[in-house]
Every structure is written in structure tokens, then in C-alpha cells.
């Protein structure tokens, strides 16, 4: 589309949305397919059950059920909408799957394109649409974090195949000359510490004539260092936050939540301490969801605002952190 000079300042949150797969695993079920168990699982993840995707389902599907609903929530008309964020770092389409997603909106005027950072990619997504908006490039976008992690786990890994689900959630955001409710953001990357999680590609070689070989595609399981991530996690988090509360002028006693991805409960209890919240303050769904990456955050997001927990002008801290490594932080203001 045409850029659309509006003088803006600032970003405003319209509507959320969420969707997840209506098959349920939980950990007893898991239990029977690996030694492991129900007690086992929750006490050291806080995790009881996960959604996964059917076999008619993938993220494009499930991406646009959530953007519908939040669109529907900001009571738009889909013609208006200029741009769509896809974060997913397992796409039914290598190519892009956010295309698909704006054509089974109907969204014709948008500009659609897929964003890939892992279980930071929704944030990073976020960060990068409100960039275009405050630049007066577009006037509204919806940010989407949908991932099918269920196709990519090694389901005879007890150590990784108990943490991940699928899902997708959603967030309208409109350009606006009023306040900015994207109060600060920062965002961090370190690929030397990327080997930590990774999802490698398939090295499996092959001949296209006698002297010309080359690897064709394919994609191996999500490989996991589980203690390394856990420690990166309860460092950096905390810290990236706290910087942001120095840059911003706030502490956590402004803060009316803290809404960090949801990897492991532990995870988020330690930050929520480090940094002086409440446990009263801090969201988890993590528990019927496990770890969804990039639609872990939206995902809750959705819960709460649905719930009526969190209300108009609420301040929420967020962070994503995961592969890349990458990390980073956000202030909002709902609404």
C-alpha cells in the first residue's frame, strides 16, 4: 500500500484473539508413550497438559482464526488493515505463510509477511509493526504468534517432548497522534549460545549427476540443552527488564503485570521474584498449554483481556526470550 502520512506519535492496542487445537494431551497420556509421569512433569514445569494440532491443521489455519478474532474485537473493517506480522518459526509454508493468512481474511490492502525469532518472535513482531506504524507508513496491523511445535518434537525424547504445544494468538494495533501505549522496548540476540535450542535443517546429501551434489530439505526435531536454557533464562530476563524500568522511569510497583513466555514455571517464578513481583502479578496458562513459542504470549494476552483481568490503561512488562538465542522486552499500555 501507499504510505499514509498521518503525523503519528504513537501505537494503540485495538484487540486480541487466540486459538488452539482441540486436541488435548496430557501428562498421563504422555506416560504412556515415555517413562515419565504426571508428578514428574508438573513439578518441574508446571506444565498438566498441551494442545496439538490435527492433522487438517496447520499455523496459517490456526494464525487466522486468532488475527479474525482479534479483528473482530477492534471492530475493524478488514479493508482498512495495511500490514500483517506473522511470528512462527514452523510455517506450513517455507516461503511465507502470512500471505495465506491475509488472503483467507479477505485482508486485500494489506501487506502480509512472516517474522522469524522463535518463542521471541511475537514480541520482536510487535516491536517491528508498531515501528511502521509510528512511522506514519501504515495505520493499522495485526501482529500474529502461531507455531505447530507437535510436528517438529521428537516424541521419544522424555526431556523435550513434554514441554511443547500448538496454538496461535493475536493482537490489532492502531497508529494514533494520542498517547503511545508502546511505552519502551529492547531486544537482544547471541548466536554464539544458539546451539542451546535449535531446530537444525537435515543434512542429507544427495547427487544431481555424478559431480554435483547437493543437501536436499528437510528439517531434523527440536534439539534442547534444557539446563543452559534455564540458566540463560533466570539471568538475562531479569536483567533485560530491569534496564527497561531504568529506561522508562518504571519499577515493578507501577506495573500492573508481568506477562513473560511460557516456558516453565520455574522460569517465571524466579524472574517474577528477581525482579519484586508478586506472585499475584505474574500470568501463567502454562499449565494447559505448555510452551508454544511465539503464541505463548498473545495466547495469554487474550486469556486475561477476555477474562476481564486485564483492563483498559493496565501496564503489562513482557519478555520473550528463547532460540537464537534472542531476548527482549517490552512495556505496553493496554488499550
Known amino acids: 500500500m501507499e504510505g499514509i502520512n498521518l503525523n503519528q506519535i504513537g501505537v494503540s492496542f485495538k484487540g486480541s484473539g487466540s486459538y488452539v487445537p482441540n486436541q488435548i494431551l496430557t501428562n498421563e497420556e504422555i506416560s504412556k508413550k515415555v517413562d515419565t509421569s504426571d508428578e514428574w512433569i508438573s513439578s518441574r514445569t508446571g506444565i498438566s497438559q498441551r494442545r496439538i494440532s490435527g492433522v487438517s491443521e496447520n499455523v496459517s489455519e490456526m494464525g487466522f482464526k486468532a488475527a479474525f478474532a482479534a479483528i473482530e474485537m477492534a471492530k475493524w473493517d478488514i479493508e482498512t488493515i495495511d500490514l500483517i506480522i506473522l511470528a512462527t518459526s514452523t510455517p506450513n509454508d517455507l516461503f511465507g505463510s502470512a500471505p495465506c493468512i491475509q488472503a483467507k481474511l479477505g485482508a486485500n490492502n494489506a501487506v502480509a509477511f512472516d517474522l522469524t525469532a522463535a518463542c521471541s518472535g511475537f514480541l520482536f513482531a510487535v516491536i517491528t509493526a508498531s515501528q511502521f506504524l ?70 542429507n546429501q544427495d547427487l544431481i549427476i555424478d559431480n554435483i551434489n547437493y543437501s536436499s530439505g528437510g528439517f531434523s526435531t527440536i534439539e534442547m540443552n534444557g539446563q543452559e536454557v534455564y540458566k540463560f533464562a533466570v539471568r538475562e530476563v531479569p536483567l533485560i527488564i530491569a534496564n527497561l524500568f531504568k529506561k522508562t522511569n518504571f519499577n515493578s510497583e507501577k506495573i500492573n503485570w508481568l506477562l513473560l513466555h511460557q516456558a516453565n514455571q520455574r522460569i517465571l517464578d524466579s524472574v517474577g521474584d528477581r525482579l519484586n513481583f508478586s506472585s499475584e502479578k505474574i500470568l501463567s496458562n502454562l499449565s494447559n498449554y505448555g510452551n508454544t513459542s511465539a503464541a505463548t504470549i498473545p495466547l495469554m494476552l487474550d486469556e486475561a483481556i477476555r477474562n476481564k483481568k486485564i483492563k483498559e490503561n493496565d501496564i503489562i512488562a513482557t519478555s520473550g526470550f528463547g532460540a537464537g538465542l534472542s531476548w527482549g522486552a517490552a512495556l505496553i499500555r493496554w488499550g
Not at 504468534?145 to 518434537?153: E, I
Open 134 to 203: 509510528k512511522a506514519g507508513s501504515y495505520k493499522r496491523a495485526v501482529v500474529i504468534g502461531s507455531d505447530q511445535l507437535s510436528s517438529y518434537v521428537d516424541w521419544n525424547d522424555r526431556k523435550s517432548c513434554i514441554l511443547f504445544g500448538d496454538g496461535a494468538g493475536a493482537i490489532a494495533i492502531e497508529a494514533t497522534n494520542e498517547l503511545d501505549n508502546l511505552i519502551g522496548f529492547t531486544m537482544r540476540t547471541d548466536g554464539q549460545r544458539g546451539s542451546f535450542l535449535n531446530l537444525p535443517s537435515q543434512n
